[in-house]
């Protein structure tokens, strides 16, 4: 793939993604892709490698959680052989009237039209603050999680939904997840 392709992958990928197109989003990324979201795991469990379809889940839970999807904007994209490196910024409205903008920097490898790892570094402080439910019965202090393997990040599922779905029976409450009742 030439610079050209190169770059058309990758906002392409964004397109689809701002269009709620979550399914199409993630059929640009090969079956062994992997993403990776930047901070310490302490901090934000969402912050490790995932496979395709741990990002998609997680893709998919934000997105219900959203008034609307969230709009992601490429504003400088830079391509150099197989890598693709992107100046992002999204914006949003959570269904608790919560508004979410934030700014990326992602560097994509894409082979053969698919995207093959990604490496995302954003604002996870700003991320933590707004996805957070405080009204969540699990969110109140003193509520601890029970499951080690949740709070560790080894339970089955991906950890990295309990930050965003409510409805999974999870939220995120400091360093660790917790499961509601």
Same mark, same amino acid.
């Given at each position: 793939?030439?610079?050209?392709?190169?770059?058309?992958?990758?906002?392409?990928?964004?397109?689809?993604?701002?269009?709620?197109?979550?399914?199409?989003?993630?059929?640009?990324?090969?079956?062994?892709?992997?993403?990776?979201?930047?901070?310490?795991?302490?901090?934000?469990?969402?912050?490790?490698?995932?496979?395709?379809?741990?990002?998609?889940?997680?893709?998919?839970?934000?997105?219900?959680?959203?008034?609307?999807?969230?709009?992601?904007?490429?504003?400088?994209?830079?391509?150099?052989?197989?890598?693709?490196?992107?100046?992002?910024?999204? #914006?949003?409205?959570?269904?608790?009237?919560?508004?979410?903008?934030?700014?990326?920097?992602?560097?994509?490898?894409?082979?053969?039209?698919?995207?093959?790892?990604?490496?995302?570094?954003? #604002?996870?402080?700003?991320?933590?603050?707004?996805?957070? #439910?405080?009204?969540?019965?699990?969110?109140?202090?003193?509520?601890?999680?029970? #499951?080690?393997?949740?709070?560790?990040?080894?339970?089955?599922?991906?950890?990295?939904?309990?930050?965003?779905?409510?409805?999974?029976?999870?939220?995120?409450?400091?360093?660790?997840?917790?499961?509601?009742?």
């Amino acid at each position: 793939m030439d610079r050209q392709e190169t770059r058309q992958t990758a906002g392409e990928f964004y397109v689809r993604f701002s269009a709620g197109d979550v399914p199409g989003a993630a059929a640009l990324l090969s079956s062994a892709a992997s993403w990776w979201l930047a901070g310490e795991r302490e901090l934000f469990s969402a912050a490790r490698w995932h496979t395709k379809d741990e990002i998609a889940k997680l893709f998919t839970l934000m997105t219900s959680r959203l008034k609307g999807g969230l709009t992601m904007t490429v504003k400088n994209a830079i391509a150099e052989g197989d890598l693709v490196a992107l100046e992002v910024e999204s #914006d949003g409205e959570l269904t608790n009237r919560r508004l979410y903008h934030n700014r990326y920097h992602t560097a994509m490898r894409v082979s053969g039209g698919k995207i093959r790892e990604v490496r995302e570094y954003s #604002d996870t402080q700003h991320a933590h603050a707004v996805w957070r #439910d405080r009204n969540h019965p699990a969110d109140r202090p003193g509520t601890f999680c029970t #499951d080690p393997g949740l709070a560790a990040g080894t339970s089955s599922g991906i950890s990295t939904a309990a930050i965003l779905s409510p409805a999974a029976g999870l939220s995120w409450h400091g360093p660790s997840l917790v499961r509601s009742a």
